[in-house]
């Protein structure tokens, strides 16, 4: 697939529109909380398509603003960053992204959660750690809920009010004695 293809493929993955209320060009400074969803797009009050994704890669949580832009030379569309966030990204894309840098934000937000591998053909910023060359899209209410439900099952699991932890403390002795 050409650059020209998996430019739209990136663009046409169906998810939520993001839409800025604003008559400045404020993709460069979306916050995160305004981004409700893991993946969204959009146009920008010059007519841009954009697209805002929110990525975790070891402990890092990454947002990152693409958007699409236009030469009038050869008539030829890019994705371009925007320089809006804390600098960090998994990928190296300081003037566009490259078909390998589309497949792999492609795969990432296809990947339902999971831990996508970030290659050297990627071109990964800088010298990754292991744990920091995996990554996937960052959906915070599933985080969220992940959170809780393993806090309450490390409770119910251990603390002795809870009759699943007094069953499973009973069949312990119990085969201890039998055995």
Not at 10 to 30: E, R
Not at 88 to 97: A, E, I
Not at 141 to 166: D, F, G, S
């Amino acid at each position: 697939m050409d650059l020209k293809e998996k430019n739209r493929s990136l663009y046409s993955i169906d998810c939520p529109i993001l839409s800025l209320n604003t008559n400045i060009n404020k993709i460069h400074f979306i916050k995160w909380e305004e981004v409700e969803h893991p993946f969204m797009k959009g146009y920008d009050v010059l007519g841009r398509l954009f697209v805002v994704i929110k990525i975790i890669s070891g402990n890092k949580k990454i947002m990152k603003t693409y958007y699409l832009r236009n030469t009038i030379i050869d008539d030829f569309v890019f994705w371009c960053p925007c320089v809006n966030h804390s600098g960090d990204c998994v990928l190296q894309s300081n003037q566009k992204l490259t078909v390998e840098n589309i497949d792999i934000l492609i795969r990432i937000i296809n990947g339902n959660g999971e831990n996508i591998k970030i290659e050297n053909i990627h071109k990964p910023i800088l010298d990754l750690d292991n744990e920091d060359r995996y990554a996937r899209l960052y959906d915070e209410k599933k985080e969220n809920a992940a959170t809780i439900i393993q806090r309450n099952w490390r409770l119910c699991r251990y603390n002795p009010k809870y009759t699943m932890c007094q069953k499973i403390q009973y069949d312990g002795l119990k085969s201890i004695y039998n055995s």
